[in-house]
């Protein structure tokens, strides 16, 4: 597929998904946002893509932020609007993708660009990288899930803390609070981040939809009922025949996601 704002391959299953307004530090726009729910849609729909990256193209910036220019003529209703349309289009879909999709930070990730990181399923940064939610320096706070997601991940004094004081943390501060799960040097982020992929692409497809599912449930009135579900539906699958199979017969299992 072709985009405007962005650059999108597919590689061994892996579809890469590369923000490309490096003279803009990959600010989230209408025009970044529109195409990120298209590519999200590829990802979800092409059988013959496994799992995906999101990165950022340059070497400064995963993504520095929202495009702060189309703030200003917005009201109350626009605002919250904005903010409900790029949910919904993005950062919610991203979330509940039923196909593992990991951010691979290079740089500044801010305000719309840690949130953006953040509803990727897990994280890698290189040693370069910046957080932060920095809204309340425009007299904003953060609109496209930061506050939950960031809640979530690093707990709720740190969340607080992060988000009302806009201090950045650096990639090492973010791999100890949780925040990303690997630390690496910018030339090796993308090796080790399709490394953990391959590693990941080579499970049963149906089962790691089902673990999206439960873990974004985890804390939920409904998590450990979802897990109980989706663990009895692994029944009725012929993945999960073929693992058991493989198993016992001491060999490689060959999933289809049937």
């Known amino acids: 597929m072709e985009f405007n704002t962005l650059l999108f391959?597919?590689?061994?299953?892996?579809?890469?998904?590369?923000?490309?307004?490096?003279?803009?530090?990959?600010?989230?726009?209408?025009?970044?946002?529109?195409?990120?729910?298209?590519?999200?849609?590829?990802?979800?729909?092409?059988?013959?893509?496994?799992?995906?990256?999101?990165?950022?193209?340059?070497?400064?910036?995963?993504?520095?932020?929202?495009?702060?220019?189309?703030?200003?003529?917005?009201?109350?209703s626009e605002g919250a609007e904005l903010a409900r349309k790029g949910q919904s289009m993005v950062f919610d879909k991203i979330e509940n993708a039923a196909k593992p999709i990991v951010a691979a930070v290079n740089g500044f990730a801010l305000g719309g660009g840690c949130e953006l990181a953040m509803c990727c399923h897990f994280r890698l940064a290189a040693d370069n990288a910046k957080f932060g939610q920095p809204e309340v320096n425009l007299g904003l706070i953060p609109g496209y899930g930061g506050t939950q997601r960031l809640t979530a991940l690093v707990g709720k004094g740190r969340a607080m803390e992060l988000c009302m004081t806009s201090n950045l943390i650096n990639a090492g501060e973010a791999l100890a609070?949780?925040?990303?799960?690997?630390?690496?040097?910018?030339?090796?982020?993308?090796?080790?981040?399709?490394?953990?992929?391959?590693?990941?692409n080579s499970k049963a497809p149906l089962a790691l939809a089902k673990v999206i599912q439960c873990v974004n449930k985890a804390g939920s009135a409904t998590g450990f009922e979802t897990e109980i579900t989706l663990f009895g539906e692994c029944f009725a699958t012929t993945d999960m025949k073929e693992g058991v199979t493989a198993f016992m017969e001491k060999r490689k299992a060959v999933f289809t996601g049937q």
């Open 9 to 76: 391959a597919i590689e061994n299953g892996i579809a890469t998904i590369t923000i490309n307004r490096p003279d803009k530090l990959n600010a989230l726009n209408k025009d970044v946002i529109d195409d990120l729910s298209l590519a999200i849609d590829e990802v979800n729909n092409n059988p013959d893509i496994k799992s995906a990256v999101i990165t950022g193209a340059g070497p400064k910036a995963f993504v520095a932020g929202a495009d702060i220019s189309e703030f200003t003529t917005l009201g109350i």
């Open 177 to 200: 609070m949780g925040l990303v799960n690997h630390v690496t040097t910018p030339e090796n982020l993308m090796e080790k981040t399709k490394e953990i992929l391959n590693t990941i």
